[in-house]
Nanobody, 121 residues
Framework: QVQLVESGGGLVQPGRSLRLSCAAS??????????MAWYRQTPGKQRELVAS???????NYGDSVKGRFIISRDNDKNTVYLQMNSLKPEDTADYYC?????????????WGQGTQVTVSS
């Protein structure tokens, strides 16, 4: 089992920045084997991919955040980050950390509890 704990959410004004962190832990965890991602969800809508980062460190972004958000990972700290810049009110959502371990036999998926981000003046 892998536990994911998000932090860094809160209330921020439009145009400002916020950095989310997701710390992973678990018995025998080998963090650098996990693909990591951030998703977000607002009431009544499906959870959407914000950004992902591969085992090799290659990022991918949702169209709505390209050029504004940066995902990164620190394998020594078992942590993935989401730097959110130029925040907009439409970025308001609950943000969830996701970890996936891909093997030949299956994919193991884990989710954090989420952290709330509110962008408002």
């Amino acid at each position: 089992q892998v536990q994911l704990v998000e932090s860094g959410g809160g209330l921020v004004q439009p145009g400002r920045s916020l950095r989310l962190s997701c710390a992973a832990s678990g018995d025998g965890l080998i963090f650098n084997l996990y693909a990591m991602a951030w998703y977000r969800q607002t009431p009544g809508k499906q959870r959407e991919l914000v950004a992902s980062i591969t085992v090799g460190g290659y990022p991918n972004y949702g169209d709505s955040v390209k050029g504004r958000f940066i995902i990164s990972r620190d394998n020594d700290k078992n942590t993935v980050y989401l730097q959110m810049n130029s925040l907009k009110p439409e970025d308001t959502a609950d943000y969830y950390c996701n970890a996936e371990l891909h093997t030949v036999a299956r994919t193991d998926t884990y989710w954090g509890q989420g952290t709330q981000v509110t962008v408002s003046s």
